[in-house]
Structures are given as C-alpha cells and as structure tokens.
C-alpha cells in the first residue's frame, strides 16, 4: 500500500517561510498525481495545490497563488510545497495525498485515495 509522509512543518513568524515535503514510499512517485491539502481547527479539509505526474498540470487555490510554490522531484520520490509570505489563516495541519489519476490533478478531497498523517504549520509572532 502506497505510504506517505509529511514533514517540515513549524512556528513561523507572519511573513515568513517554509517549505514541505511529502515523501511518498513502497511505489514510485511517478505513478501518482499529488495533492496538498490543509485543515485549520473547526474547518473542513481544503485543496491548496495540486500537480499532476510529470508536472504538466498544476493548480493552486485562490488564497495561496502568488504565495506557494509545488515541485516534484520522481527521482527522490518526493513532492515540496514551497509557502512564502506566510499568513495567520496559513496555520492548519497540511496534508498530502496521492491518485492514480496521475495525467490530471484536483484541489477535491475526494479524487484521492492515499493520504498522510499530516503535519503542523503555525503561523502566529
């Protein structure tokens, strides 16, 4: 079964940066399109960007465009969110998520069927 691990989320200050990393093991990343999601507390989950398998596709939500960045290197197995100018409503658990519908990518919940565990961004001075 397709694993994926995130990492690198933290405390940063308003305007700051970061950069996530979702891992995905046990099956090569190129079968897979990749989306990230987010979650704050009381709100349902959110698309905020997603890439397609060799990168051809990519889409980000309204909030984050101009601001976030998504990359994939298939080599390490690997897929980033780069997060500059990082707000307060910034702060929630992201997650990444995986479908073998890798020629198109989504911001739906629903049109993936392997996530992570998540990790914890916080946005706060």
């Known amino acids: 079964q397709l694993q994926l691990v995130e990492s690198g989320g933290e405390l940063v200050q308003p305007g700051g940066s970061l950069r996530l990393s979702c891992v995905v093991s046990?099956?090569?990343?190129?079968?897979?399109?990749i989306g990230w999601f987010r979650q704050a507390p009381g709100k349902e989950r959110e698309g905020v960007s997603c890439i397609s398998s060799r990168a051809g596709i990519i889409m980000y939500a309204d909030s984050v465009k101009g601001r976030f960045t998504i990359s994939r290197d298939n080599a390490k197995n690997t897929v980033y969110l780069q997060m500059n100018s990082l707000k307060p409503e910034d702060a929630a658990v992201y997650y990444c998520a995986a479908s073998i519908r890798r020629s198109e990518c989504s911001l739906v919940l629903s049109w993936y069927n392997s996530w992570g565990q998540g990790t914890q961004v916080t946005v706060s001075s």
């Open positions: 046990r099956f090569t990343l190129d079968y897979y399109a």
